[in-house]
């Protein structure tokens, strides 16, 4: 079986904000509209009905949506917003600027405008800063301001209830903790979030914090397995090949090897070699 091996923060996307459809990979993961009931004056609902429509508008031209793609001219839309006190633009410049979209990339730039977003209290904001302090682009590394931000996204994202679980898991700027790492990943895992259901899974199978258990990290391995996680693919197979916590199933253990290395995933390609003809 695979290895714990601390994996890398999971790339996230930016959302629409009309469909709520995923639109492009970037730093951080798509956003649900948050709205600060205090963040504008006198004519709140018509500044931020301005501010929605510049939103919009800048998503289409990142996008090239019925119109040709102008990154300049989506940046412009969503400075309009964002000075506007939009949340969800801020949120947006800071993932451009961190990944070089129309613009050379600027961690210290992308920080000043997560650091807006995220002092609204919105949540994606929040993880991207955390991760910002965790490996030192555009701050100076800082596990406790990562950790500070983590738990404060931590109350609805579950990829930041999975970040948590890797910094206790792999000892990461904290004392490792098996017991708090199975905490965050539980919460995450039971919200469906793949990766945190395969570490979830690990920590049964290697003992860590809990009693060995193989068919609790079969099932957990199942679950992620079934949306497409590579590892979660492997472990499966593993135990299918060797019996554990199942009856040994051979083929039943191919099959997942080789949906794992379909996506590139190593480990399982050594495990299918050496699995008996």
């Known amino acids: 079986m695979k290895q714990a ?12 904000m009309k469909s ?10 798509g956003i649900i509209l948050f709205s600060a009931p ?43 917003s964002a000075n506007l006190g939009l949340a969800e633009a801020q ?30 209290g919105y949540k994606k904001a929040q993880f991207a800063l955390g991760t910002m302090y965790a490996t ?5 590394q ?3 301001r990562a950790e500070k931000l983590y738990r404060k996204a ?13 910094m206790y898991h792999f000892g990461e700027g904290v004392q490792p903790h098996y017991g708090i790492a199975k905490s965050w990943y539980g919460r995450a895992a039971k919200q469906g979030f793949a990766p945190a259901q395969t570490q979830f899974g690990l920590l049964y199978a290697e003992a860590k914090g809990v009693h060995q258990d193989y068919n609790l990290a079969n099932q957990w391995w199942l679950k992620a397995a079934t949306q497409g996680n590579a590892e979660a693919q492997n472990n499966l197979g593993y135990s299918y ?32 070699k050496n699995l008996p003809p």
Do not use: H
């Open 38 to 80: 205090n963040l504008f004056a006198a004519n709140a609902k018509e500044i931020r009905a301005l501010a929605l429509q510049d939103f919009d508008l800048g998503v289409t031209y990142l996008l090239g949506q019925k119109v040709s793609q102008d990154y300049a001219r989506a940046i412009e839309l969503f400075l309009q």
């Open 136 to 140: 030192g682009l555009g701050v100076p």
């Open 91 to 120: 949120y947006n410049l800071g993932v451009i600027y961190v990944n070089g979209l129309g613009v050379t990339p600027d961690y210290t730039l992308a920080v000043e405008w997560y650091k807006k977003s995220a002092y609204q």
């Open 154 to 166: 931590a109350t609805r994202l579950d990829l930041a209830q999975y970040a948590l679980g890797q």
């Open 142 to 144: 800082d596990y406790k």
């Open 241 to 272: 090949a060797n019996g554990l916590g199942v009856t040994q199933d051979l083929p039943a253990a191919r099959q997942l090897y080789m949906q794992a290395i379909a996506q590139g995933e190593k480990t399982a390609l050594i495990n299918l």
């Open 20 to 29: 709520s459809t995923k639109i492009i990979p970037a730093l951080c993961m």
């Open 5 to 16: 091996v601390k994996p890398i923060f999971q790339p996230l996307e930016i959302y629409s």
